[in-house]
């Protein structure tokens, strides 16, 4: 798809999950998160990628046949303007921040969007997260102060359900 100083992006394949999968763990690291915060597994990510129903979707970096970045990212619905494509995350190997693979991971994505009808592309960033923040704003995106981000975890969702992973 794209090539940059040698860095190709094309569309993630399922051979590419262990690699994907071990990028989200150095994030996860990076974030300072405990390894024991990842719930999700390769099978999963798998499963959720190629299986039956197809929860998510993924470019990749690659350099000499090997991985040094992942987009991963899915489509959702607004009622007021129709299809938008979410970037959960974005993830490039620490060695090769900072060489404009973010920008083509987001040419990507705004190509990806644009080429399936998507009236919006939107993501979250972490307040604290500085780098990416300057990044996001170099490519001109829009910071929208008036929404709050709400999110129920599992045992919130269970509690809420009246059903427990088990019983579901």
């Known amino acids: 798809m794209n090539h940059s100083n040698g860095i190709l992006i094309r569309q993630g394949e399922e051979k590419d999950i262990d690699a994907v999968y071990q990028l989200v763990e150095e994030l996860a690291i990076y ?11 390769p099978e999963q990510m798998r499963e959720d990628a ?18 040094v970045g992942a987009t ?13 494509l979410y970037l959960e995350d974005l993830i490039i190997t620490e060695s090769h921040r900072g060489r404009g ?16 009808g998507a009236s919006k592309m939107k993501w979250q960033v972490a307040e ?14 829009d910071f929208d102060p008036e929404w ?6 599992r045992e919130q969702l269970e509690s809420l359900s009246g059903l427990s992973i088990l019983s579901a």
């Open 31 to 41: 974030h300072k998160h405990d390894p024991n915060y990842i719930i999700n597994s």
């Open 50 to 67: 190629f299986g039956e129903n197809r929860y998510f979707r993924f470019f990749v970096a690659e350099e000499n046949g090997h991985i």
């Open 72 to 84: 991963i990212y899915y489509y959702i619905y607004s009622t007021w303007k129709g299809k938008s």
């Open 101 to 116: 693979i973010g920008k083509l991971f987001m040419q990507a994505l705004a190509h990806q969007a644009v080429k399936n």
């Open 128 to 141: 604290d997260n500085a780098s990416a923040i300057r990044f996001y704003e170099r490519v001109a995106a």
């Open 148 to 153: 709050i981000n709400c999110e129920l975890n």
